[in-house]
């Protein structure tokens, strides 16, 4: 299993970024502890695993990032310092709140002076979100980190959890990006984009090497870790749960199923389940369900770090 | 041949919002007629291959449509109104030009009047692009439709093209989108998500029928029709590229390789070959190649309309 893991790690290509990031990642997490900021590592939407070697096609999944964005932003307004790992085009915090709308369409421009305003019908709510974005940037309370690729993602996650380790159960990682499954071994791929004109294909997929294991056993071992569990089928999710917490030993999973994502979920330790669901009557208030999981795991965080000496 | 391809076509479930666009691209195109333009229908971005019936997983391919977001710049800057069947969250007009930026780093909240506005550094390049997009908006120049997977991308270009037919000759379809060669059938499909613990997967992808065919044989046998090929074997270009001519009788194939695509491409019809090339001092001067393109391509589609009585 270790030299399956190995393996696979020394497969995946350096990310042309990787020096840079990770100088900013210890200068990130140096900061903070001067601040006595708790952090949290939160990764966030799909990764790409492609399928050729100059690559054309890849297999990803839906996730575009949802819930690690927005729990970002309750994170930070709950005082923790984020590291947020995720997917170039997912949704980010705060910019989120626009990603439905063209941004051009909130400008106006004054010909006259040729200058370019906020339109008065959207200024309250660009303003609100200019104004929390601001102060996250002034406190430097976030560290942006993209990637695409599978390999891009675990080279960084063990980058990520690797600096949190100084931080000992100050840390949490809280991993909301839907890591693929399945990828194909370089030895297996074509060089050049796979031609229709050979007709029909058939694909291998290989399984992903589970990487919660050396996370929790090795890089970041006294960090308060979270893992997510997505599901179609409902009757799979407790017990697919309990089985990871069980083998990996971390301290606790998210449970929901793809349907009632936004409105359900539990969190699931080796003693407890936690339902949190959100009444019709608050989701039409816009009550986001990332808030409630956020306070909750800022609760179960500070247990956890009174039983635990911190470093 | 016909026979796949109507029973893939009907395997594709109808878009939601389906009845919603037809109506918006009848609307559209009586209105362009009214004004006397020429419509070109622009496809671009990858399109998604579901893996399972309720999707987590699907195949898809790197394009972010580039190509097409800035075309249908240059398009609407030569007097074209534009239908632009696009990949939802792949670049936009006018808004990529923001791409790389957080558009919230682009604004100043004033906190005495409360109101949030360009800042100053940002000012000429935010106003030159508000002004072009309103522009276009204000002339009703431009028609957005969105699509995620292969199936709603076919049934909406179906629609589109059917649309076209009326203008005769002065239609235009440029087909920048990146449509996967391959697909996996309903049947063969699991409903729910592909689980880990199963093992290593097999997956057979079949071929998906070219609609190419239909489109210029059928659909839109008039308009002026412009396909691209991309490969990542430069030699496999030009008779890839003529191939395809021969096969399905429409006007021009736009050839590029993978890595040389932005500055380097050539325009193949039966009768000629026409390189349009970037210099370094071009691109320096942030020349985009697709300005050339639809220069070029705007005096054939004006000669294709003399040659042909349009109706």
């Known amino acids: 299993m270790a030299q399956e893991r190995e393996k696979f790690l020394r497969q995946q290509s350096c990310p042309a970024k990787f020096s840079e990031v990770e100088a900013a990642l210890g200068k990130f997490v140096e900061e903070q502890r001067q601040f006595q900021r708790k952090i949290v590592l939160v990764t966030s939407g799909g990764t790409a695993v492609p399928l050729e070697s100059r690559t054309v096609r890849f297999i990803d999944n839906f996730s575009i990032g949802t819930r690690g964005a927005s729990s970002t932003e309750y994170f930070l307004q709950e005082g923790y310092a984020v590291i947020f790992l995720n997917r170039d085009r997912s949704l980010k915090p705060f910019q989120r709140h626009f990603s439905h709308q063209n941004m051009l369409d909130l400008l106006h421009l004054d010909l006259e002076t040729n200058s370019t305003s906020v339109k008065k019908e959207y200024e309250s709510k660009v303003s609100r979100i200019v104004q929390r974005y601001t102060k996250c940037k002034e406190q430097n309370q976030l560290l942006s980190i993209e990637f695409q690729t599978l390999g891009e993602y675990l080279t960084y996650l063990q980058a990520c959890a690797t600096a949190l380790r100084p931080l000992g159960s100050n840390a949490m990682l809280y991993l909301a990006a839907a890591v693929s499954d399945f990828y194909i071994p370089k030895e297996q791929m074509p060089e050049h984009k796979i ?36 599901e179609t089928d409902k009757d799979l999710l407790v017990p697919k749960a309990k089985q990871a917490l069980e083998k990996y030993k971390h301290q606790m999973v998210i449970a929901n199923v793809l349907e009632t994502r936004k409105r359900e979920v539990t969190l699931i330790t080796s003693q407890f389940s936690f339902p949190i669901n959100l009444t019709a009557e608050e989701i039409s208030r816009g009550v986001e369900i990332e808030e409630r999981i956020v306070q909750q795991l800022k609760l179960k965080h500070c247990e956890f770090c009174e039983k635990n000496i911190p470093q």
């Open 195 to 230: 031609q229709s004109s050979d007709g029909p294909i058939q694909l291998s997929l290989q399984l992903v090497p589970k990487m919660l294991e050396p996370l929790v056993s090795e890089w970041v071992p006294e960090a308060f870790t979270v893992s997510f569990k997505l």
